[in-house]
T-cell receptor, first 118, second 114 residues
Framework: EPEVTQTPSHQVTQMGQEVILRCVPI?????FYWYRQILGQKVEFLVS????????KSEIFDDQFSVERPDGSNFTLKIRSTKLEDSAMYFC????????????????FGNGTRLTVT | DQQVKQNSPSLSVQEGRISILNCDYT??????FLWYKKYPAEGPTFLIS???IKDKNEDGRFTVFLNKSAKHLSLHIVPSQPGDSAVYFC?????????????WGLGTSLAVNP
């Protein structure tokens, strides 16, 4: 079964550094997402991406965050200047294009990247 | 702002018995509800969903019930198996065209004991 893959599985960075989290969504999917989960807290929506642009973003997704689909297969999340509170598990997800039968198609998640900011 | 609440952080069930996981929500605009299962060191995996126009959806051992008037849904697993031990998340969506943002509960950790 096709999978969403994320690299790296664990990223350690110093406060103020830039990080790029990488994701390869399922190939025929058109909707892409980033979520994060701070340890012990809820899974939180960050951003959704469709048709090469952000379709929605949360208040968490401020100017320090950006997303890109640079080459038609990768989907990246960049944090320009990391803060301690950015430490979390970051999940990439994708979902199918809309059809009559898959309008409510579920999100498929990768295994996450654990980001630790020191 | 807890629009989706899973009030039981953990549940322990004997193998072969029924597991019932509960979820409450506050936003009447939610049109679609999903349950995800998550094992340690893995991403959430879709389990089962239900549209707000239905009150029940069944898939093998898993059944989701929706009570719109009570703003309550539940996931039933029958019979429970040790491999079902995981964290179960309830998530809800507002119909917003291409904006498929999900609002998540905190999760319930299910332990199925052999």
């Amino acid at each position: 079964e096709p999978e969403v893959t994320q690299t790296p599985s664990h990223q350690v960075t110093q406060m103020g550094q830039e990080v790029i989290l990488r994701c390869v969504p399922i190939s025929n999917h058109l909707y892409f997402y980033w979520y994060r989960q701070i340890l012990g807290q809820k899974v939180e929506f960050l951003v959704s991406f469709y048709n090469n642009e952000i379709s929605e973003k949360s208040e968490i997704f401020d100017d320090q965050f950006s997303v890109e689909r640079p080459d038609g297969s990768n989907f990246t999340l960049k944090i320009r200047s990391t803060k301690l509170e950015d430490s979390a598990m970051y999940f990439c997800a994708s979902s199918e294009p809309d059809t009559r039968s898959s309008y409510n198609s579920p999100l498929h998640f990768g295994n996450g990247t654990r980001l630790t900011v020191t | 702002d807890q629009q989706v609440k899973q009030n039981s952080p953990s549940l322990s069930v004997q193998e072969g018995r029924i597991s019932i996981l509960n979820c409450d929500y506050t936003n009447s605009m939610f049109d679609y509800f999903l349950w995800y299962k998550k094992y340690p060191a893995e991403g959430p995996t879709f389990l089962i969903s239900i549209s707000s126009i239905k009150d029940k959806n069944e898939d093998g051992r898993f059944t989701v019930f929706l009570n719109k008037s009570a703003k309550h849904l539940s996931l039933h697993i029958v019979p429970s198996q040790p491999g079902d031990s995981a964290v179960y998340f309830c998530a809800a969506r507002i119909d917003a065209g291409n904006n498929r943002k999900l609002i998540w509960g905190l999760g319930t950790s299910l332990a199925v004991n052999p």
